[in-house]
């Protein structure tokens, strides 16, 4: 009986050791979920390929288009941090061997008059030569709906010459026309104006504002100032164009200045820039730094400016030419400061509103 009875103390002890015991289950912790954040950065290049950008912001969203050579397409999107995953909508595919038929360049969407108007360079198959500016007219709402109506050409019947690069200009509530063009006795391009007696319609002379004068407006050939762009603020004018030729990494902005009273068609007007406003940086590889826009930001708080770029030296004038987007401030006598292009694959804080 002792042994009996020691044995059952033994077995006892046992059962009520730690490691005898039957596991109860650990307490249920819900695990941890890291809080949803928005990014507030992107990079640049926006996309990997898109030569002259353009934008333009109506109820919204952003409007954006870019040379695609045989077709015009409209990206919508109301972020442009955003535009890589914008959805985008081809507009207009031309009619094969016709005059403009080939070679579509430098689409600029325009909300005029309460339609919607896209001006475009284009010529024909096989020749650069025959270049010239035509318009196309669109009365939806949206410009990624409804149905374009080919306007025809838009140009000076005075001066039929090489025409790219429209754009427009409303000042003393008059609108102007800008374009890069010939004089028809040279290849160099010049910057003209004409007034405008309607969107799709030129009326007076065009006058010269601007040809490359300076060392840095002159890596070519050919010779060359285009993509003229207007930017307004305070009392002032600006208009910036791109410098020297697009297939040279020297591709580079060059700008005039007049008074927002003004008469643009005097060429005593504008007071043109002696050096660069943005240049390339080949350490932040940006090379062919030009043929920009400009858009504010979505809480109308911010000013950026959008231009195409190569990432490494030496890759012409072609589809290698990204788009890219940055802030620019103002300096003290009014002018914008565009600083220095970002490097590519560097954080940038979003456009505020976004």
Not at 85 to 109: F, I
Not at 150 to 171: H, M, Y
Request: proline fraction near 9%; glycine fraction near 8%.
């Amino acid at each position: 009986m002792r042994l009996f009875t020691r044995l059952y103390v033994v077995l006892g002890l046992l059962l009520l050791a730690p490691g005898c015991q039957d596991s109860k289950p650990a307490p249920f912790v819900p695990p941890v979920v890291p809080p949803t954040t928005t990014a507030t950065t992107f990079q640049n290049p926006l996309l990997p390929s898109g030569p002259d950008p353009w934008v333009v912001q109506k109820d919204g969203f952003y409007y954006y288009m870019h040379t695609l050579n045989e077709r015009l397409t409209i990206w919508k999107t109301p972020k442009m941090s955003d535009l890589n995953t914008a959805p985008s909508t081809v507009v207009w595919t031309p009619a094969p061997n016709g005059n403009a038929s080939a070679n579509l360049w430098a689409p600029e969407l325009h909300f005029l008059d309460g339609k919607w108007y896209i001006y475009y360079t284009a010529g024909q198959a096989g020749t650069f030569g025959m270049q010239r500016t035509w318009v196309l007219e669109n009365a939806a709402a949206d410009p990624t709906t409804g149905t374009w109506v080919d306007r025809g050409r838009l140009f000076n019947s005075s001066a039929d010459f090489w025409a790219i690069d429209g754009t427009v200009l409303e000042q003393n509530n008059k609108r102007y026309f800008l374009w890069s063009g010939h004089n028809g006795i040279d290849a160099v391009q010049r910057i003209y104006i004409s007034e405008m007696s309607s969107p799709t319609t030129l009326t007076g002379p065009r006058v010269e504002l601007s040809h490359p004068e300076f060392a840095w407006e002159n890596v070519g050939p050919p010779f060359v100032n285009e993509g003229p762009e207007i930017l307004k603020h305070g009392d002032k004018t600006f208009l910036v164009y791109s410098a020297s030729f697009c297939g040279t990494d020297q591709y580079t902005l060059g700008m005039l200045t007049a008074s927002n009273t003004a008469d643009p068609m005097q060429p005593s007007s504008w007071t043109k820039s002696t050096q660069p406003v943005f240049a390339q940086n080949p350490a932040n590889r940006a090379y062919a730094t030009g043929h920009n826009s400009f858009f504010r930001s979505k809480d109308g708080q911010e000013d950026w400016i959008i231009y195409h770029a190569n990432s490494n030296p030496n890759e012409g004038c072609v589809e290698k030419r990204n788009p890219r987007m940055q802030k620019f401030t103002w300096n003290a006598d009014g002018t914008p400061n565009f600083g220095v292009p970002v490097a590519i694959n560097q954080p940038i804080l979003k456009p505020s509103g976004e």
